[in-house]
């Protein structure tokens, strides 16, 4: 059976350990509200998925379960050396080409501490990502597909840490 949309928001808000109440009052919504949702009596409205997606962290895609949750979170005894780690770049071009990039953990953020932007066949396909975002997310336990982004002609870029 498919999981619903407020069973997907209730997983969500007890996996951050808040109450309905406090959903609530995050969102500037009643605690009734949250309750129809997750029940599934109701559904917010356009505005408010992407402000439930923006408090949680995630995509109105995976809210809605149009895509598999990929980004694992280690606890602390279980995280994985940062230095041991591989920075995969992946971009499907619509033209057909296919970009692979695999570089040690290390190796990215001494580029990024220089300064260095990567292109892509000459173009800033990267530009609009926070790569210092991302090891920050890494050093905090962060692994698995962490950015995935589509562009209005249909190329695709993918950062994975593993």
């Not at 994985?80 to 057909?96: E, Q």
């Amino acid at each position: 059976m498919k999981e619903t949309f407020g069973k997907r928001l209730a997983g969500l808000r007890k996996l951050k350990k808040w109450t309905q109440e406090e959903v609530a009052q995050k969102l500037n919504v009643s605690a009734q509200a949250v309750s129809k949702w997750e029940n599934d009596s109701s559904l917010p409205d356009l505005d408010m998925l992407l402000s439930i997606a923006e408090l949680f962290h995630t995509t109105t895609d995976e809210l809605l379960g149009k895509v598999p949750t990929s980004i694992v979170e280690l606890k602390e005894a279980t995280k994985l050396d940062i230095n041991k780690l591989v920075f995969r770049i992946n971009i499907r071009s619509t033209d057909g080409d296919k970009v692979k990039v695999n570089l040690p953990m290390p190796l990215v953020m001494i580029a990024l501490d220089t300064g260095f932007t990567p292109k892509v066949d000459g173009r800033d396909v990267l530009k609009d990502i926070d790569f210092k975002k991302i090891i920050e997310l890494v050093e905090q336990g962060v692994i698995g597909k962490i950015v995935e982004i589509e562009s209005k002609d249909g190329d695709i870029v993918e950062i994975v840490v593993e």
